[in-house]
T-cell receptor, first 110, second 117 residues
Framework: KNEVEQSPQNLTAQEGEFITINCSYS?????LHWLQQHPGGGIVSLFM???GKKKHGRLIATINIQEKHSSLHITASHPRDSAVYIC????????????FGTGTLLAVQP | DVKVTQSSRYLVKRTGEKVFLECVQD?????MFWYRQDPGLGLRLIYF???????EKGDIPEGYSVSREKKERFSLILESASTNQTSMYLC????????????????FGAGTRLSVL
């Protein structure tokens, strides 16, 4: 069993739909990251959170430390949101090691 | 803007060749990382470095070595490339600061897609 699990692995949505991607982890963490990877490989950090909720534009990330679960929501989805979304658990300490989920491939159709 | 630059976007090498993947960051970050990304497996840590000349094995170091002679540069070396090392390789860097949580974000390069024939 992976230490960081994401669901679903693949997601197809219609433009405008509300999207939720889930992430569960089994290790102790100091923070959880949500990353976005567009075709071609480049990875961008969307959020880093250790408690509660963060919002940036149409993106919202939440985390429940007790349940070891985080969600990434996209409101009013758009085809340009199509990408792979990756959650990563950050272990404690100065080395900043991350354990990655396998990613969720999102396709938003017009 | 933080910039992590990987020297090549695409590389094609032959089995047995020695391969160098270079990564340079311009934010004076202490930590640097090399990952490989394969379908269904996500990103897996090969090696990381938390200071010049310091390195630690990640989860899958076999068949790889690294070099960090200068703070801004972290090189991944495939001593004798094999077909199972065909993959996307991603470099990342981050600050070592644990006092300021926001500085611990890892910044990624664009990736090098390596094919070993």
């Amino acid at each position: 069993k992976n230490e960081v699990e994401q669901s679903p692995q693949n997601l197809t949505a219609q433009e405008g739909e509300f999207i939720t991607i889930n992430c569960s982890y089994s290790v102790g963490i100091s923070a959880l990251h949500w990353l976005q990877q567009h075709p071609g490989g480049g990875i961008v950090s969307l959020f880093m959170l250790s408690s509660g909720k963060k919002k940036h534009g149409r993106l919202i990330a939440t985390i429940n430390i007790q349940e070891k679960h985080s969600s990434l929501h996209i409101t009013a989805s758009h085809p340009r949101d199509s990408a792979v979304y990756i959650c990563a658990a950050r272990l404690g300490g100065a080395t900043n090691k991350l354990i990655f989920g396998t990613g969720t491939l999102l396709a938003v159709q017009p | 803007d933080v910039k992590v630059t990987q020297s090549s976007r695409y590389l094609v090498k032959r089995t047995g060749e020695k391969v160098f993947l270079e990564c340079v960051q311009d934010m004076d970050h202490e930590n640097m990382f090399w990952y490989r990304q394969d379908p269904g497996l996500g990103l897996r840590l090969i090696y990381f470095s938390y200071d010049v000349k310091m390195k630690e094995k990640g989860d899958i170091p076999e068949g790889y070595s690294v070099s960090r002679e200068k703070k801004e540069r972290f090189s991944l070396i495939l001593e004798s490339a094999s077909t199972n090392q065909t993959s996307m390789y991603l470099c990342a860097s981050s600050s070592r600061s644990i006092q300021v949580l926001a500085k611990n974000i890892q910044y990624f390069g664009a990736g090098t897609r390596l094919s070993v024939l």
